[in-house]
């Protein structure tokens, strides 16, 4: 008995150790054989579609998220379709296999924002190697070409770029980069969302040895998504209200003028509630009562903190009427406010995460707005001569 067990488990070694040089796997490749995909485009050009690529700087050494020292690979390729795309750029690829399961960041044209989001989504969601959880952003007002392969240089990329901006959003809480899932999701329950929009721009003179015509990119505010394509976008100043209504800014920085003072202002806290108005059992309109606590970061002038509270009630003021009238008018639920007040108020709003849509045009908004400035802790400074 014990010699026909050794017997089977040496036929077993025998056949595990032929197969694909030593792996289980038929399609197994080295680490090093792969080419790491970390950021796509997507647009929409003549007769299809154009997808591009970057590898980030560790697209060739097999390491993903590595930061230095590999060799960055741009590419792009038209169509009839991405995934005809994708064969051509690999066929370009040489010795190097294409490996999208790092992808980490996709960036959307706004032509193909504008023709429609459906296919996009779909090729995301249909594809296995990518996941749901990924970054989704659109190219405000180019190609995600552009972006995607001319920003950057020789020592960074559009990988680079992006997680900058993601990073920055996260700390400051002006903005948010929805998911594919998230987008997928809110279009969803009510046929629209929202897209972190960026731009890209110029370097010019930021960064130090920056090469002629070099190209970074930055946060544009939110392409509005309804009917399954991009009808608007709210700007980049206006888009902290987002963040405001739904209850989720962190420390922002804005600047506030009120008469001879400059000032600039650290948010500390911030909390909104919104309250449904009824006429009967009608909704006829919405109250908004936002509450915010600041830090008097940097002034010129001498503060005078009534009126900084004066001036920062009406710049917050502006920014949600900015939002909410933007969602008014294109009568697009973006926010997904129905669904925020049917979790908070379940039985007065049952249904309205899909009936606010159709009653947003012609309902009433009322905000109110409630900031108290903290001048902070100030060194006592020696007057002069003593």
């Known amino acids: 008995m014990k010699k026909l067990t050794a017997l089977i488990c040496a036929i077993n070694c025998l056949v595990l150790c032929?197969?694909?040089?030593?792996?289980?796997?038929?399609?197994?490749?080295?680490?090093?054989?792969?080419?790491?995909?970390?950021?796509?485009?997507?647009?929409?050009?003549?007769?299809?579609?154009?997808?591009?690529?970057?590898?980030?700087?560790?697209?060739?050494?097999?390491?993903?998220?590595?930061?230095?020292?590999g060799q960055i690979v741009r590419m792009s390729a038209a169509a009839e379709t991405l995934l005809t795309a994708q064969e051509l750029i690999q066929d370009y690829s040489a010795s190097e296999e294409l490996f999208f399961a790092h992808t980490s960041y996709i960036v959307i044209g706004s032509?193909?924002?504008?023709?429609?989001?459906?296919?996009?989504?779909?090729?995301?969601?249909?594809?296995?190697?990518?996941?749901?959880?990924?970054?989704?952003?659109?190219?405000?007002?180019?190609s995600a070409k552009e972006l995607?392969?001319?920003?950057?240089?020789?020592?960074?990329?559009?990988?680079?770029?992006?997680?900058?901006?993601?990073?920055?959003?996260?700390?400051?809480?002006?903005?948010?980069?929805?998911?594919?899932?998230?987008?997928?999701?809110?279009?969803?329950?009510?046929?629209?969302?929202?897209?972190?929009?960026?731009?890209?721009?110029?370097?010019?003179?930021?960064?130090?040895?920056?090469?002629?015509?070099?190209?970074?990119?930055?946060?544009?505010?939110?392409?509005?998504?309804?009917?399954?394509?991009?009808?608007?976008?709210?700007?980049?100043?206006?888009?902290?209200?987002?963040?405001l209504l739904l209850n989720r800014s962190g420390p922002s920085m804005i600047a506030v003028e009120a008469e001879d003072i400059t000032a600039t202002l650290q948010l500390d806290d911030s909390s909104c509630d919104i309250r449904p108005i009824f006429d009967g059992d009608e909704l006829c309109g919405l109250k908004v009562s936002l509450k915010v606590s600041a830090a008097l970061s940097e002034y010129r002038g001498e503060p005078d903190i009534k009126e900084l509270n004066r001036a920062f009630e009406r710049d917050l003021h502006s920014r949600l009427d900015a939002a909410l009238t933007l969602s008014r008018e294109t009568g697009c639920d973006f926010m997904q406010l129905g669904a925020l007040l049917q979790k908070q108020q379940p039985l007065t709003m049952s249904g309205m995460d899909t009936e606010l849509q159709r009653l947003l045009p012609n309902l009433y908004i009322y905000i109110n707005v409630e900031t108290e400035i903290d001048r902070g802790f100030v060194l006592n400074r020696p007057e002069v001569g003593k």
Do not use: W
């Open 111 to 142: 032509d193909a924002l504008s023709d429609g989001l459906e296919y996009y989504l779909d090729y995301i969601e249909r594809n296995e190697t990518f996941r749901l959880d990924i970054p989704v952003f659109a190219a405000s007002g180019g």
């Open 148 to 243: 995607v392969v001319g920003t950057g240089s020789d020592s960074y990329d559009a990988v680079n770029v992006l997680r900058s901006i993601e990073r920055n959003l996260g700390v400051r809480g002006d903005g948010h980069i929805y998911t594919a899932g998230e987008i997928a999701a809110d279009l969803n329950v009510n046929g629209s969302a929202l897209i972190c929009a960026v731009k890209t721009v110029p370097v010019g003179d930021t960064i130090k040895d920056a090469s002629e015509g070099e190209q970074t990119a930055v946060f544009d505010g939110y392409a509005v998504i309804g009917g399954g394509r991009a009808i608007a976008q709210l700007n980049a100043h206006d888009a902290l209200a987002v963040n």
């Open 18 to 69: 032929s197969c694909s040089g030593g792996s289980i796997y038929s399609n197994y490749r080295e680490v090093e054989q792969l080419m790491m995909i970390q950021a796509m485009g997507f647009d929409r050009c003549d007769g299809g579609v154009e997808l591009s690529v970057s590898s980030g700087t560790g697209g060739l050494s097999g390491q993903g998220e590595s930061e230095g020292g």
